[in-house]
């Protein structure tokens, strides 16, 4: 299961506008790039994935009962340059 904090959702929504069922629903089909280990959060990875022609990042933790817990969505120049090749290819 897949969850998320409510409010965290609606700021992506007005700030970035970003709609994270449709981020969940492209990790649920597994249209994610990669999945990463964070390097500066232990405990937590990064789905990397292309929404709206652009590459985001999604970093996420795994809780006790396996859920996965969204912590937020952002676009990512950096992961960007990495993966539109990625992107290109499929």
């Known amino acids: 299961m897949i969850i998320y904090d409510n ?3 609606q700021t992506l929504k007005i ?3 970003i709609d994270i069922n449709e981020i969940i ?3 649920t089909d597994k249209k994610y790039l990669d999945i990463l280990e964070n ?3 232990e405990g937590q990875q990064v789905f ?3 929404y709206k022609g652009y590459t985001h990042a999604v970093p996420f933790i795994v809780d006790k009962e396996d859920n996965i817990v969204i912590k ?4 990512s120049r ?4 990495i993966y539109r090749r990625v992107q290109n290819e499929i």
């Open 39 to 41: 390097p500066k959060r």
């Open 72 to 75: 937020t969505v952002f676009p």
């Open 15 to 17: 700030e970035r506008n």
């Open 25 to 27: 629903e492209l990790i």
């Open 48 to 50: 990397i994935l292309s």
């Open 7 to 9: 409010k965290k959702a």
């Open 78 to 81: 950096n992961f960007h340059k």
